[in-house]
């Protein structure tokens, strides 16, 4: 399959190309058109042009682009989740369910948001201009939208940078907004594996406001790229960055807990932001935990396909491969021990590993491992979780599990933005207003919010 940039939604003609592989088979997906810098500036350009005319437009025609892009998205919500399964080398189910279905529920929020508002005579919100949204791969149709729709329900153009890891999502987007008759030039996406191309979605004059979703190596680029060029411009900002969530069991592990539990861990192989990193397990519990994961390791076999039910998934990010070694062999150097899954023969997998007895200070505790290695803790107590917890640099989600009376002072005291008490982040949908590292500048996804519209008092 060839894979375009889809600027002024037709596809251009572009000097170099990357290739996608099958992370089940590693053979070649996709050849994929990268665009350069000057496909870039003239999308910029183009966007400009269509914000002239989309910002006057009225909320009624807004909320009939929004009705088409749902009528579609409900149409294809299967086909749309296979395409970008096999990409993300993650469980159809899975992509349909929290991909799809949760992308879905995010734009009838917004859909509520824009036809239930009513203007105040002492307020106004007009749009910001051109909005760049750059996003990790992880369901990345879901993260892109939970940030697209509201830009343009606010009267802005968006151009969007699809991540290198899934570019079918680009052409899914580019489907999309054919479909639904978009206006030209208003919404664009551009796959490329070029840094300049991202540099100059970031410091561009033209680009007003900057949402970005993925590591926190590359959020920390972006900060120094928009403080560099702050002389010149100060932009809007959004920052989504870095995991790190605890899950917290105090039951024993039923098969329900466990099953619970234990996908939040390894689904995606510990690659998705809203994977559990550290599990934390009353003492009296221990030894049925630790049996029960042991037990799982020991029989779980690596998915072949995106419609196998194991969620023992392929690796996609080669780095993952060297952080592995590197913090498994700190792992051994500090005499933790270890609960792990065998190594598998395909060599796009990597075995799944709990360490138990990592120090609070070590780096699998305190940096973004974006890679199947996971702390498992025991405390005497729950108010103890906090106290280890709250160590890391991080503070997106949590993970409760067990009887709701008892898990209400442990999310008292839990450092994140979302606690979730007896589910799993990943099945809620829209963004997550994250702390410290995880979470920076405005996050706030409504549609005439801080971001994506500016506001007007009048007095």
């Not at 296979?82 to 929020?109: H, Y």
């Not at 948001?113 to 203007?119: D, I, T, V, W």
């Not at 809620?428 to 996804?445: E, I, R, Y």
């Not at 409504?446 to 519209?453: H, I, P």
């Amino acid at each position: 399959m060839q894979i375009h940039s889809f600027i002024n939604n037709t596809s251009t003609s572009l000097e170099t190309q990357f290739t996608k592989k099958n992370p089940y088979t590693s053979e070649v997906l996709h050849t994929v058109d990268s665009a350069g810098m000057l496909e870039v500036v003239m999308s910029i350009q183009a966007a400009q042009k269509a914000f002239a005319d989309w910002k006057t437009s009225s909320l009624e025609n807004r909320l009939q682009l929004l009705q088409s892009f749902h009528n579609h998205l409900a149409m294809s919500k299967d086909s749309f989740a296979r395409f970008e399964a096999l990409d993300q080398g993650l469980p159809f189910e899975f992509v349909r369910d929290n991909g799809m279905g949760s992308l879905i529920t995010s734009l009838d929020k917004v859909m509520r948001e824009l036809s239930g508002h009513r203007p105040q005579a002492n307020q106004t919100f007009t749009p910001v201009g051109v909005v760049s949204i750059i996003c990790t791969w992880n369901l990345s149709l879901r993260v892109i939208g939970e940030r697209l729709f509201p830009a343009i329900a606010a009267g802005n153009a968006v151009i969007i940078k699809v991540s290198s890891q899934s570019p079918v999502t680009a052409m899914i987007m580019a489907e999309l907004i054919q479909l639904s008759q978009a206006p030209a030039g208003l919404i664009q996406v551009i796959t490329s594996d070029q840094e300049d191309v991202k540099k100059l979605l970031v410091t561009h004059p033209g680009i007003k406001a900057i949402s970005f979703v993925g590591q926190l190596t590359n959020a920390t680029e972006i900060l120094k790229l928009t403080s560099a060029n702050s002389l010149q411009r100060f932009k809007k900002l959004q920052i989504s960055s870095g995991s790190k969530n605890s899950a917290v069991a105090l039951s024993e592990p039923t098969d329900e807990i466990f099953k619970k539990v234990i996908s939040s861990f390894v689904t995606g192989q510990g690659q998705l932001g809203w994977n559990s990193s550290r599990l934390f397990i009353l003492e009296k519990n221990e030894a049925a935990w630790k049996e029960k994961i042991a037990d799982y390791f020991m029989n779980v076999k690596p998915s072949e396909s995106i419609d196998d039910s194991s969620l023992w998934t392929p690796c996609l990010k080669e780095e993952s491969f060297k952080t592995f070694s590197e913090i498994s062999a700190l792992a051994v150097s500090d005499q933790a021990r270890l609960i792990q899954t065998s190594k598998p023969a395909n060599k796009n997998f990597l075995p799944m590993t709990f360490t138990q007895d990592m120090s609070n200070c070590s780096t699998l505790q305190q940096d973004q491992v974006m890679a199947p290695l996971f702390i498992l803790s025991t405390v005497k107590y729950a108010f103890d979780v906090a106290k280890y917890s709250n160590v890391s640099y991080f503070g997106m989600a949590a993970h409760l599990y067990g009887d709701e009376d008892k898990l209400a002072k442990v999310a008292d005291s839990l450092d994140v933005g979302l606690i979730c008490k007896n589910k799993w982040s990943v099945q809620l949908p829209g963004s997550v207003k994250a702390t410290k590292q995880s979470g920076f500048g405005l996050q706030d996804d409504r549609v005439f919010g801080d971001f994506f519209s500016n506001v007007k008092l009048l007095t």
